[in-house]
């Protein structure tokens, strides 16, 4: 298990560094895509696993496809980014180190290093999720779908409205 | 560690893995003879007594050919793509329960790799990353028509992965469970879930075409308009994993469709017939896989029948037929579970 940990971990911060990394965004979302299903990884070893699933379908299997979708219809490719002048490589350095400093310092005394709550080992199952979010978390859920169908039909808005003008 | 436990799971994944292979290997040599029996024609029967060595021919000769990867092509993705098709093609198969329980020397086993209680949306989720394995190798190749094909087979299999879900949803109000195990063993006794969920099965059944890429809904490879679609730029072997990908993927759907709908393993009057349990279990399997090979047979029979649809002709059928039927489905399942209260 610990090994898996490790593993996992590992693959991880390997593929997320190479998402920053990578010059061609193709190569960036298929390591995104990798880092993704090391996290489902993740949720199994903890034993959610309607957590893993859930990730892997909507993450890796809607959202990453639709990403892939626009890079491959606006055919970006490695040529396409702009060449960086040295001034503008400093300053973003500077305040990337000066925005970790600032995050380092307001994180500090914030950081714990033991668990908060017992570890349920049935917390990620799905009579146990579906429990929680039925009944602790029934307002904020129900608040969150409807914030989904408002940002789908406002998507439809804006399919239709090219429609009329056509 | 459980080592005999082990052994045979080990034994199990490998028996499945060829059972997979062998299936899909026959489902193209299947597929010819019923593509000739539907237009008159006698089909291969060149290779051994009644054709029977034509797939092991077309294998020999897929290896055997030039492998060609375009200059101009991704050559990394080029290769990922296939990789990606075949792993989750055969990765599908894990958590479909192929059996009841086997006693081997007073131990029980299960003929099923393991069973997941999210079983169904493990199913899910693989089909759902099996888009990549066409989009990466369709954007790889670099090719106009390769990109057309790999964008119509992603957008078909988002479009239709909503209403599958969504027929998924209906069936787990009915069942109470994802785990695939626990599904057919509730449909013991001829209640297979088809007689409930009539139209969630027929919803499912369309997502499922539409999923494998077969016939009425292949506009990702239609050759008429795009050549060959996703897989144009592909030779040897890798024209030949996406092709035999497709046949995976139409066996493990069948499975799918009999495990969920038509009773997976069960088999009727199994219990009046007074049999030893092991051969209760193994005379179940192989109902289970004839049942299979009846929906591998209606995919051939409907392929050879329909015409192909067009892109807005598919478009439509998917976002204004199917989903809003597959919601009401939900709604009527709920509505009728709430009066009768047989949750």
């Known amino acids: 298990?610990?090994?898996l940990f490790y593993f996992?971990?590992?693959i991880m911060i390997i593929s997320a560094l190479l998402v920053v990394l990578s010059r061609s965004p193709i190569n960036s979302v298929i390591f995104l895509i990798i880092c993704f299903i090391a996290m489902a990884g993740h949720y199994i070893l903890l034993n959610a696993q309607f957590l893993a699933v859930v990730h892997i379908i909507v993450y890796t299997g809607a959202i990453m496809v639709l990403f892939l979708f626009v890079i491959m219809l606006l055919n970006l490719n490695k040529a396409n980014i702009p060449q960086k002048t040295s001034l503008t490589r400093i300053a973003a350095v500077v305040t990337a180190g000066l925005f970790f400093l600032v995050i380092l310092a307001a994180t500090r005394h914030t950081f714990e290093f033991h668990a908060r709550y017992a570890f349920n080992s049935n917390i990620g199952l799905v009579s146990d999720v579906g429990k929680?979010?039925?009944?602790?978390f029934l307002l904020?859920?129900?608040?969150?779908s409807i914030l989904f169908i408002s940002s789908m039909i406002g998507a439809v808005m804006f399919g239709k409205r090219d429609v009329k003008e056509l | 560690m459980d080592w005999t436990l082990l052994?045979?799971?080990t034994i199990f994944l490998f028996i499945i893995f060829l059972i997979t292979l062998v299936v899909a290997m026959y489902s193209t040599y299947g597929e010819r003879k019923v593509a000739a029996f539907m237009q008159d024609r006698i089909g291969p029967n060149r290779a051994g007594i009644f054709g029977l060595l034509q797939p092991l021919a077309d294998g020999v000769k897929m290896f055997m050919k030039e492998e060609i990867i375009p200059l101009t092509a991704n050559k990394k993705l080029f290769i990922l793509g296939p990789s990606i098709a075949m792993s989750t093609a055969l990765l599908t198969g894990v958590v479909i329960p192929w059996g009841g329980m086997l006693n081997i020397g007073g131990r029980e086993f299960s003929m099923q790799i393991t069973d997941l209680n999210i079983g169904i949306l493990y199913v899910f989720a693989m089909v759902s990353i099996g888009v990549y394995g066409i989009m990466i190798g369709g954007w790889a190749s670099n090719n106009k028509y390769a990109l057309l094909g790999a964008i119509r087979a992603a957008s078909q299999m988002i479009s239709y992965e909503l209403a599958m879900g969504m027929s998924i949803v209906a069936l787990v109000l009915t069942t109470g469970t994802l785990s695939l195990h626990e599904i057919v063993s509730q449909q013991h006794g001829m209640h297979w879930n088809v007689f409930y969920q009539p139209l969630g099965f027929l919803i499912f059944m369309t997502c499922a075409f539409a999923e494998t890429n077969r016939a009425p809904f292949d506009l990702p490879e239609?050759?008429?308009?795009?050549i060959g679609g996703y897989h144009t730029e592909y030779s040897s072997m890798k024209l030949g994993f996406y092709l035999f990908a497709e046949y995976i993927n139409m066996f493990i759907s069948s499975a799918v469709i009999v495990t969920l709908y038509f009773g997976g393993f069960n088999m009727p009057f199994i219990d009046q017939l007074g049999l030893s349990p092991?051969?209760?279990t193994l005379l179940g399997s192989l109902f289970f896989f004839l049942k299979i090979f009846a929906f591998i047979f209606l995919f051939m029979w409907i392929r050879w029948t329909l015409p192909r649809f067009r892109y807005d002709q598919l478009m439509n059928l998917g976002w204004k037929g199917l989903l809003?039927?597959?919601i009401f489905n939900i709604m009527a399942t709920g509505v009728y579970y709430y009066f009768t209260e047989l949750i």
């Open chain 1, 1 to 3: 298990m610990i090994f």
């Open chain 1, 8 to 10: 996992l971990s590992a």
């Open chain 1, 132 to 136: 929680v979010l039925f009944h602790e």
């Open chain 1, 140 to 144: 904020p859920f129900e608040i969150s």
């Open chain 2, 7 to 9: 052994l045979y799971k």
């Open chain 2, 222 to 226: 239609c050759e008429t308009e795009l």
């Open chain 2, 278 to 280: 092991n051969f209760v």
């Open chain 2, 324 to 326: 809003p039927l597959a």
